[in-house]
């Protein structure tokens, strides 16, 4: 199912931020030595890195404050699987369609939709772009993220903890030709 989301700032700032980093020699993409999360400071309450450990598990290095706000709780050091764990319904993007953005390399886009305890529905839309642990293999991924409600009447605000969903599903994913295509 393809994303239907509108363009976001944030992510076109992402894209050129990662389009302007260097490759290392050999290299496909860049370097995760060479970004900076100060390159994308008007951004940093929604940005996010996670280091790939293998067969599609991920494990957050950083998290924007957004982030610890909605699950309540610091996620440095988590597993992106534990916490999807924590939720009504699996959002995580299959391990195999991880595998191929960093095989390929690739961007991925995806969009999941949750619905708190008060009845409100939110979509979250996220973009994750490959970088290269020092020996120059894909290994990270830098995410960034917007959650908005749905309807756009919702104000876009939570309490800590907010995380406390009633439904929360993957609706879509899509690769992102970084310059090296898409997978098939």
Same mark, same amino acid.
């Given at each position: 199912? &393809?994303?239907?989301?509108?363009?976001?700032?944030?992510?076109?700032?992402?894209?050129?931020? %990662?389009?302007?980093?260097?490759?290392?020699?050999?290299?496909?993409?860049?370097?995760?030595?060479?970004?900076?999360?100060?390159?994308?400071?008007? =951004?940093?309450?929604?940005?996010?890195?996670?280091? =790939?450990?293998? @067969?599609?598990?991920?494990?957050?290095?950083?998290?924007?404050? $957004?982030?610890?706000?909605? %699950?309540? #709780?610091?996620?440095? @050091?988590?597993?992106?699987?534990?916490?999807?764990?924590?939720? /009504?319904? $699996?959002?995580?993007?299959?391990?195999?369609?991880?595998?191929?953005?960093?095989? =390929?390399?690739? @961007?991925?886009?995806?969009?999941?939709? +949750?619905?708190?305890?008060?009845? $409100?529905? %939110?979509?979250?839309?996220?973009?994750?772009? /490959?970088? +290269?642990?020092?020996?120059?293999?894909?290994?990270y991924l830098l995410y960034g993220y &917007?959650?908005?409600?749905?309807?756009?009447?919702?104000?876009?605000? %939570?309490?800590? *903890?907010?995380?406390?969903?009633?439904?929360? #599903?993957?609706? *879509?994913?899509?690769?992102?030709?970084?310059? =090296?295509?898409?997978?098939?």
């Amino acid at each position: 199912m &393809r994303v239907q989301s509108a363009p976001y700032k944030l992510f076109e700032d992402m894209q050129k931020v %990662w389009r302007d980093l260097p490759c290392p020699p050999g290299g496909k993409i860049p370097a995760k030595k060479s970004f900076s999360p100060v390159m994308l400071s008007a =951004h940093l309450q929604n940005l996010g890195l996670a280091e =790939h450990l293998c @067969g599609g598990e991920l494990s957050i290095r950083l998290a924007g404050t $957004n982030s610890r706000e909605f %699950w309540g #709780r610091e996620l440095t @050091g988590t597993s992106l699987q534990d916490l999807a764990a924590d939720l /009504p319904e $699996n959002v995580m993007v299959p391990a195999l369609i991880l595998e191929a953005v960093f095989k =390929h390399p690739c @961007g991925l886009r995806s969009l999941r939709e +949750a619905e708190d305890k008060q009845g $409100n529905t %939110w979509q979250a839309d996220m973009l994750s772009l /490959p970088f +290269a642990d020092e020996d120059g293999e894909p290994k990270y991924l830098l995410y960034g993220y &917007r959650v908005s409600p749905k309807d756009g009447e919702i104000p876009y605000s %939570w309490e800590p *903890g907010f995380a406390d969903l009633n439904t929360a #599903r993957l609706m *879509g994913a899509e690769f992102v030709d970084i310059g =090296h295509g898409k997978p098939d």
